[in-house]
């Protein structure tokens, strides 16, 4: 959707160092979230954000952070990579009332 | 138990036949999502559904809020609609989705 971007599409990283996750949104919209989708276990929330600032975890934020500095910016981090978060990444705007978009995940790959 | 439950987890169909994708919950909402994912795509939101019915093109997808159950349904399917479709819910007083495991579609030419 043309309203949230993510970066980068795919990334291949080595065990041990630190990988970030951009999610970029045009809409405006206060709520963005991180998801993490597996085989078996579906769409599994990281952390999300209902502001600039305003962040809390979900229920799979170990060995995760976030940071919103912007209303439009959402960044993942992954302090030190492990194979366990090989996964694909989304992240998402949107709120109960309005409805939520996605974008295009990220598949990141840890070797 | 999961709080979102989808009925089949795979389901194969012959083009043209009509489908039935099934979501039970176990709180309450305040909206349900049909969500759907084409294979190494990103996901699409199809429909938001507080009550009712909705339709869109071939779609439809229903909620029974008594019996907190959600059917979509796919008519004359067609090998384009493979895909994964999700269920998910929002949950009363809170904006996080909680999902459902995914009902994996393969319709057959």
């Known amino acids: 959707d043309a309203g949230i971007t993510q970066s980068p599409r795919h990334k291949v990283t080595e065990t041990g160092t630190p990988v970030t996750l951009r999610c970029h949104q045009t809409?405006?919209?206060?709520?963005m979230y991180w998801y993490r989708q597996d085989p078996g276990h579906g769409l599994r929330l990281i952390h999300y954000?209902?502001?600039?600032?305003?962040?809390d975890k979900g229920e799979v934020s170990d060995g995760y952070s976030v940071s919103r500095s912007k209303t439009e910016d959402f960044l993942l981090t992954l302090e030190s990579a492990t194979s366990s978060q090989t996964s694909v990444y989304f992240c998402?705007?949107?709120?109960?009332?309005?409805?939520?978009?996605f974008g295009s995940g990220t598949r990141l790959t840890v070797v | 138990k999961n709080e979102v439950e989808q009925s089949p987890q795979n389901l194969t169909a012959q083009e043209g036949e009509f489908i039935t994708i099934n979501c039970s919950y176990s709180?309450?909402?305040?909206?349900l999502h049909w969500l759907q994912q084409h294979p190494g795509g990103g996901i699409v939101s199809l429909f938001m559904?507080?009550?009712g019915k909705k339709k869109h093109g071939r779609l439809i997808a229903t909620i029974n809020i008594q019996e907190k159950h959600s059917s979509l349904h796919i008519t004359a399917s067609h090998p384009r609609d493979s895909a994964v479709y999700i269920c998910a819910v929002s949950k009363g007083g809170s904006e996080k989705l909680v999902f459902g495991k995914g009902t994996k579609l393969t319709v057959n030419p």
């Open positions: 998402a705007i949107g709120s109960g009332l309005y409805g939520y978009t």
């Open positions: 709180v309450g909402i305040s909206a």
């Open positions: 809409e405006n919209h206060r709520y």
């Open positions: 559904l507080s009550s």
């Open positions: 954000s209902y502001g600039v600032k305003d962040t």
